[in-house]
């Protein structure tokens, strides 16, 4: 099938199971998980009706803004952000999904200082608590979020998981209530500079079942452009 049809598909299933846990489906966004795929495969995307791309690697954010690849699109930072790349990031991205500490974040302040803008963020919660993962714990947070009035160009805009690897439908559901809950109770919460608006969660394998559990950002790669050929990766 081709990246169009693929989209389309998506879309139909997004919309099914938004119905199906009494929810409008203007509520999900669909990130195209932009990782290892051209700018052809990523204009493709947005002919289609993708809205907003999702880039994992600082180098191939930056190779693909020189060419545009994303005109008529958003597009977010979704990998993790190692802080000596940080210039490279903030103001090139309206979104930087994945936020997985203080020290990350004191570094995405200082340089939106830097720049005069706000930058807005998700706070990437290792759900799972998996050792091989990065993020904060989720008990950390709310004593973490009391703390945002000190970053002033900084816009806490809601939350991002990826709970385990899952060999079962439904494996994970767990965690994305988890998530949903933690969302909720923060949005009850009044903290400066944080507005609980997203809930990124869900990808190609697991989305609907975010959907179910109250996602409102999924982030699909291989079910839009086919599964990423590893082989061609060289570590330099």
Sequence with gaps: MSITENVERIREQITEAALAAGRDPKEITLCAATKMNGADAVREAIRAGVTCCGENRVQELTAKLAENAYEGAQVHFIGHLQTNKVRQVVGKVSLI????SSHLLKAISQEAVRQGICQDV???INIGNEESKSGFQAEEIPEFLAHMEDFPNIRVRGLMAIPPICQNPGD??????????????ITRKKYDNVHMEILSMGMSGDFTAAIAHG????RIGTAIFGARDYSQVHNT
Excluded: G, R
Excluded at 97 to 100: A, E, G, H, R, T
Excluded at 172 to 185: G, I, K, R, Y
Excluded at 215 to 218: D, W
């Design 97 to 100: 999904q994945s936020v997985d």
């Design 172 to 185: 994970n559901d767990n965690f994305f209530q988890e998530m949903c809950n933690l969302s909720v109770d």
């Design 122 to 124: 998700l706070l990437e």
């Design 215 to 218: 996602s409102t950002m999924i």
